[in-house]
T-cell receptor, first 113, second 112 residues
Framework: GQQLNQSPQSMFIQEGEDVSMNCTSSSIFNTWLWYKQEPGEGPVLLIALYKAGELTSNGRLTAQFGITRKDSFLNISASIPSDVGIYFCAGPTYGGSQGNLIFGKGTKLSVKP | SAVISQKPSRDICQRGTSLTIQCQVDSQVTMMFWYRQQPGQSLTLIATANQGSEATYESGFVIDKFPISRPNLTFSTLTVSNMSPEDSSIYLC?????????FGSGTRLTVV
């Protein structure tokens, strides 16, 4: 079945540094989603990507939908302490936009002030 | 995008008992999804709930253990039955709407 391989598993960085994480799959996805989850909360959508090659920003966050449709990356620039959390990539199953989601295993981000 | 109200936010339950989790959406949606997030893990789909029909369960999840109701287009419940400590997880509902995929804030369940 479809699987998402997300890396790195965790990151410990200094405030102000840039962060990069990525997701790859052996299957094609028509949509890539990036979520952030803070303790005690459900995942919150950060960026949604709908077209191969698409590059989308949301403040200090930038994500790209890979040309092959089998990968995506998320960058965070000039990290701040409130960026701490777990970041998940996700994509709808069966290649559609109304299917349920499968998730990567997450990247746990820790930011040292 | 849709707004989901999920409750309870957390509970501590005795093994062998059952807990029903509720999700209320502020708009009508066709499909609602229930996920489980085990400690330190990612989210795994339990089932898809459509109004007017039985829920569709993913491999490894059965209706007797996780019965689901979907009485209308804005509401669904998930029951965790005959709980054991292995059921300790965060349970989340999710919907797809014009704004994309939205999640409830989750129910943190601890079984003792």
């Amino acid at each position: 079945g479809q699987q998402l391989n997300q890396s790195p598993q965790s990151m410990f960085i200094q405030e102000g540094e840039d962060v990069s994480m990525n997701c790859t799959s052996s299957s094609i996805f028509n949509t890539w989603l990036w979520y952030k989850q803070e303790p005690g909360e459900g995942p919150v959508l950060l960026i949604a990507l709908y077209k191969a090659g698409e590059l989308t920003s949301n403040g200090r966050l930038t994500a790209q939908f890979g040309i092959t449709r089998k990968d995506s990356f998320l960058n965070i620039s000039a990290s701040i302490p409130s960026d701490v959390g777990i970041y998940f990539c996700a994509g709808p199953t069966y290649g559609g936009s109304q299917g349920n989601l499968i998730f990567g295993k997450g990247t746990k981000l820790s930011v040292k002030p | 995008s849709a707004v989901i109200s999920q409750k309870p936010s957390r509970d501590i339950c005795q093994r062998g008992t059952s807990l029903t989790i509720q999700c209320q959406v502020d708009s009508q949606v066709t499909m609602m999804f229930w996920y489980r997030q085990q400690p330190g893990q990612s989210l795994t789909l339990i089932a898809t709930a459509n109004q007017g029909s039985e829920a569709t369960y993913e491999s490894g999840f059965v209706i007797d253990k996780f019965p689901i109701s979907r009485p209308n287009l804005t509401f669904s419940t998930l029951t965790v039955s005959n709980m054991s400590p292995e059921d300790s997880s965060i349970y989340l509902c999710s919907v797809t709407s014009t704004g994309g995929y939205t999640f409830g804030s989750g129910t943190r369940l601890t079984v003792v």
